[in-house]
């Protein structure tokens, strides 16, 4: 079965720029998608079709996708941007999610 | 506000069986795919199952495959999971949401509403 592996966490400074990644056989073939979730909340969808912002997502959430990997990046990390995140993608009509990075703002 | 509520969640003998519930508002809940998912306590986000707008294409995940089955009634713009045969390694929050696109699988897709969520505890 597919897998997409992710790093357990990632630290930031405020202001500065996070990169989570997520890695998968020929990712970079189909396209990705992120997730913020916040302790006690449900999912919130930040990006789309690799590089793609819903409405009300702030311009600071950019992502790629290339090769094997798909990468979120935050640019100006606030404190607000702590939380887990979740990369996901299709594999023959099933969704994968990743395990899951844990982003710490400090 | 576009919402999904989800219900039927609670504590059930293993064996025993579940039917969860989605109720969608304020979109036009015919026009998109939608899910479940599913997420034990301070572990990660699993996709259990997905279904397109006119119930034509369903996955599963192999985990629920064969004990699981999703259904939609698109004139009570309703999402449901029927869940048989349950596990203790079946406990955890279940999401019901929705997808940007029609069809469930496709790569374009992305779920952009969730519900708060209900809890099944098999025990």
């Known amino acids: 079965s597919y897998e997409l592996t992710q790093p357990p966490s990632v630290s930031v400074s405020p202001g500065q720029t996070a990169s989570i990644t997520c890695s998968g056989d020929k990712l970079g073939d189909i396209y990705a998608s992120w997730y913020q979730q916040k302790p006690g909340q449900s999912p919130v969808l930040v990006i789309y079709q690799d590089t793609k912002r819903p409405s009300g997502i702030p311009e600071r959430f950019s992502g790629s996708n290339s090769g094997n990997t798909a990468t979120l990046t935050i640019s100006g990390t606030q404190a607000m941007d702590e939380a887990d995140y979740y990369c996901?993608?299709?594999?023959?009509?099933?969704?994968?999610f990743g395990g899951g990075t844990k982003l710490t703002v400090l | 506000e576009v919402q999904l509520v989800e219900s039927g969640g609670g504590l059930v003998q293993p064996g025993r069986s579940l039917r969860l519930s989605c109720a969608a508002s304020?979109?036009?809940?015919?026009?998109?795919?939608m899910h479940w998912v599913r997420q034990v306590p301070g572990k990660g986000l699993e996709w259990v199952s997905g279904?397109?707008?006119?119930?034509?294409?369903?996955g599963y995940a192999d985990s629920v495959k064969g004990r699981f089955t999703i259904s939609r009634d698109n004139a009570k713009n309703s999402l449901y999971l029927q869940m048989n045969t349950l596990r203790a390694e079946d406990t955890a929050l279940y999401y019901c949401?929705?997808?940007?696109?029609?069809?469930?699988?496709?790569?374009?897709?992305?779920?952009?509403?969730w519900g708060q969520g209900t809890t099944v505890t098999v025990s």
């Open positions: 279904i397109s707008w006119d119930s034509g294409s369903i």
């Open positions: 996901q993608a299709w594999d023959s009509s099933t969704a994968v």
């Open positions: 949401a929705k997808d940007r696109t029609m069809i469930q699988g496709v790569s374009a897709g992305g779920m952009d509403v």
């Open positions: 304020v979109f036009t809940f015919d026009d998109y795919a």
